[in-house]
């Protein structure tokens, strides 16, 4: 775990790992532009698009070309002022995404497996690193869960207009998020 400031990071080898707060599951610009009517879709379309080609359709952490490529939303966090700062993206693989939202894929015994060997594979460390990364993790997050979060996602010029919409949505459980597939 390494301290910036007031932002802990739990970083190991290429995964900045972030369990996002149970207040803000589900409050991100990829999960508002699945919502009816949110008018966020498009954009969310462009973000996306502008994000993999910036990353030349590759995972930015293993580097496969995978059919299937994920935007991943990095959040800073402002632990003092309780805001969850958007401050750009990361495109992954569904595997690395599973180990930067290691949380949720430990809930899921075979889903966990496959990101330890998957780790393992990326980084050259022992699987079980990762059980250890997660007990950090999960401080951090019980801490982080504990308080109501803003979201600021002034660093996206195309989300500008979107940020209330984003505050009101309502968290998502734990159920939701995986009816949803949220990533």
Known sequence: ??????????????????????????????????????????????????????????????????????????WQFDDAQSVQRLIGYEVTCRECSNILHLGRASEDKVLWEKAKVHFAKVTGMEENVLDDVLDQAMEEWTQRSKHNWSIDISHEPLAFGFEKKLNNLQPSSQQERKWQGIS
């Open 1 to 74: 775990m390494t301290q910036v400031g007031k932002l802990i990071l739990v970083t190991v080898d290429s995964y900045n790992i972030e369990l996002i707060p149970a207040t803000t599951w589900g409050k991100s610009l990829a999960h508002l532009a699945r919502q009816k009517g949110s008018g966020f879709r498009s954009i969310w379309d462009k973000i996306r698009e502008r994000e993999l080609g910036r990353a030349d359709r590759k995972c930015e952490i293993c580097k496969t070309s995978a059919s299937s490529l994920i935007c991943h939303e990095k």
